[in-house]
């Protein structure tokens, strides 16, 4: 596996952060445990909605991406909520023994690093704004 500081520089900035790439790295994880979930109705459209929360991590970060920084910390911030969602959503699948623990206790670790990744993100952008500074868009793509 290519090591993530060879990784060239590529044309979208949000495929350039780490993020970005924990967020698919998890949406990955939650295809597993669909492909793995029994053949019940019930339980598939159940993880139809897990598959929708943890896609909104990686599509909000790449749109908010192209925006100007104070657009960005939104997008980011409904990245995070989508975070939250898919903290629900791991704890009702626990609860109803749709994952095992120790599913379980990954997806919420998982999760944790990703909204600890985010707010330190958001906490860049927030800092690197000069008041008074205009926030025209700024994106490259």
Same mark, same amino acid.
């Given at each position: ?5 060879e990784r060239?520089?590529?044309?979208? !900035?949000?495929e350039?952060? !780490?993020?970005?790439? =924990?967020?698919? $790295?998890?949406v990955?994880?939650?295809y597993?445990m669909?492909k793995?979930? $029994? ?5 598939? &459209?159940f993880?139809?909605r897990?598959v929708?929360?943890a ?9 908010? &991406? #192209?925006?100007? =920084?104070?657009?960005?910390? *939104? *997008? ?8 939250r969602?898919?903290v629900?959503? &791991? ?8 994952? #095992? ?14 909204t =600890? ?5 958001i906490?860049?952008?927030?800092? #690197?704004v =000069?008041?008074? $500074? ?6 490259v793509?």
């Amino acid at each position: 596996m290519e090591n993530e500081h060879e990784r060239p520089t590529t044309f979208f !900035r949000f495929e350039d952060l !780490r993020i970005y790439h =924990k967020a698919l $790295e998890y949406v990955d994880w939650v295809y597993l445990m669909a492909k793995n979930s $029994e053949d019940d109705h019930f339980m598939q &459209s159940f993880f139809d909605r897990f598959v929708i929360s943890a896609n909104g991590i990686p599509l909000n970060i790449a749109e908010g &991406s #192209s925006r100007n =920084k104070s657009q960005f910390v *939104y *997008y980011l911030k409904m990245a995070k909520s989508s975070v939250r969602e898919c903290v629900v959503v &791991s704890t009702i699948a626990q609860n109803r023994g749709f994952i #095992s623990d120790s599913a379980y206790d990954d997806s919420k670790n998982r999760l944790m690093e990703m909204t =600890k990744m985010i707010g330190a993100l958001i906490g860049s952008l927030q800092r #690197s704004v =000069k008041p008074g $500074e205009l926030d025209d868009d700024e994106g490259v793509d």
